[in-house]
């Protein structure tokens, strides 16, 4: 068995590569713990387009997404985005963990056990055959 292609719009392809290619500073900090299966053995991917978002990082196994949230996320506005991005992505059975730039950049040990404890409450389905290659 494959495992599920999600729809995304092609436009954002592009535009996840562009981000790929510019990350911030704590999206390539927090890069650094979870490239190469560091995290748990887990495969998480940066800037994976989905429906009409990108995610900032995001594991097909676990179902799991991760954002890192700069100063433009404290307005209202942008917030309410993220709402309904949220939304979208527990739609599709993806669950979005939300951290500052500042706990990435000053609270490290903080992120990553805050990831690694809710993979360990949320491990995939053992059931379901081990994902194919994207």
């Not at 500042?102 to 053992?126: G, Y």
Request: hydrophobic letters at 35%; proline letters at 7%.
């Amino acid at each position: 068995m494959r495992r599920r292609v999600f729809p995304y719009n092609p436009y954002l392809k592009k535009l996840a590569r562009k981000h790929r290619n510019n990350s911030t500073y704590s999206e390539i900090r927090l890069w650094m713990e979870l490239k190469g299966d560091q995290l748990l053995g887990f495969d998480f991917h940066r800037q994976k387009a989905i429906d009409n978002y990108i995610l900032d990082f995001f594991c097909h196994e676990l179902m799991l997404g991760i954002e890192v949230d700069g100063i433009t996320h404290q307005s209202p506005e942008v917030q309410e985005k993220d709402k309904i991005k949220e939304g979208r992505m527990a739609d599709f059975g993806i669950t979005v963990l939300r951290f500052t730039d500042e706990q990435v950049l000053e609270n490290m040990d903080f992120v990553l056990a805050t990831i690694r404890d809710w993979v360990r409450k949320h491990p995939p389905d053992p059931a379901l055959p081990d994902p194919s290659p994207d």
